[in-house]
């Protein structure tokens, strides 16, 4: 719930910043002395009711929507001890982590794959493929349910939400801004909209859009090697770096419908600009930079002790 306020206040900031800096830099004064009769707090408002109310809705219905779509089975009575392991493993993690019982669920997918959604972090959807459990280890299985509860834990979610309504809102903003300026001072449209603006926002749109889903994704592959070391801290990072390894050589398994891969532990994307999970070879070797980090500490808090 703290996440969803800061989404919501964020949301409020980046209005009030704008607003503000349109005023003390005179913009609106400089677009009607060149015949723009635009109103800038107006359309940046209508931007954010659009960019913001669509991350928001999108956050809110994520958990139904991904039943859905990949047919999740919840484990509300476990009907044997794979099941049930699964679930006490799950909420293990959980209590550990600090955060309330996810949901645990099963889809039918080949590919070895796990995810998390939900708009909170106190009621999260933690779900595995028939693939992963196939595939894996327990020990390997359980390093990927951590990396799972500590996205949760993170409130990966609703900040992934949170990043979106922003580019968003600043997308829907410059490119109907772009428009308005072609059509007043390019094609000296004086009423209404032309075609111009039309034409000129919709390119812009898609342009804009293409660099903000490249923001959306580093984000979303920084929140990886985050989750990566949450799930080491749940399940041991020698389990942890096993199941990448494991994913490695289990890539050529079908991959998951794109709407679901940003939420997934990915198997197989190529890393590119892009994508939303880096390369597993990065993920291993940050991995391992971090257990000869901690090596190196511990040798060193020994010697100081002697």
Not at 54 to 68: E, F, Q
Not at 77 to 87: F, I, K, M, S, Y
Not at 228 to 249: F, V
Request: a positive charge; hydrophobic letters at 55%; glycine letters at 10%.
């Amino acid at each position: 719930m703290l996440r969803l306020v800061l989404l919501l206040g964020t949301n409020l900031a980046v209005l009030l910043v704008l607003s503000l800096a349109f005023r003390v830099l005179g913009i609106e004064g400089l677009l009607a002395a060149n015949g723009v009769d635009l109103n800038l707090t107006a359309l940046l408002i209508f931007a954010a009711v659009i960019g913001f109310g669509g991350a928001l809705l999108s956050l809110i219905l994520s958990k139904p929507m991904a039943k859905a779509a990949m047919r999740v089975r919840v484990i509300e009575v476990p009907r044997n001890a794979a099941e049930r392991w699964l679930v006490e493993t799950v909420r293990d993690q959980a209590r550990r982590a600090g955060i309330g019982r996810p949901e645990v669920g099963i889809f039918d997918h080949p590919s070895p794959n796990a995810f998390a959604t939900g708009w909170r972090r106190d009621a999260a959807l933690i779900a595995v493929s028939t693939g992963l459990l196939a595939h894996m280890r327990r020990d390997e299985v359980e390093a990927v349910l951590g990396h799972e509860v500590a996205h949760a834990a993170n409130g990966d979610m609703v900040t992934l939400a949170l990043i979106q309504g922003v580019v968003n809102t600043f997308v829907v903003f410059l490119s109907r801004l772009a428009g308005f300026l072609v059509d007043r001072l390019v094609l000296r449209v004086e009423r209404g909209h032309g075609p111009g603006y039309w034409i000129v926002s919709l390119v812009a749109e898609m342009l804009l859009g293409v660099l903000a889903t490249a923001i959306v994704m580093w984000f979303s592959r920084w929140r990886e090697f985050r989750a990566d070391a949450g799930g080491a801290a749940l399940a041991g990072r020698q389990n942890m770096i096993a199941a990448l390894e494991r994913l490695r050589h289990l890539r050529h398994a079908p991959p998951l419908p794109d709407e679901m891969r940003a939420m997934a532990f990915d198997a197989g994307r190529v890393q590119a600009l892009f994508a939303s999970h880096p390369p597993l070879d990065a993920r291993i070797a940050a991995l391992r930079a971090r257990d000869r980090g901690a090596s190196v500490h511990q040798g060193g808090g020994r010697r100081a002790r002697l």
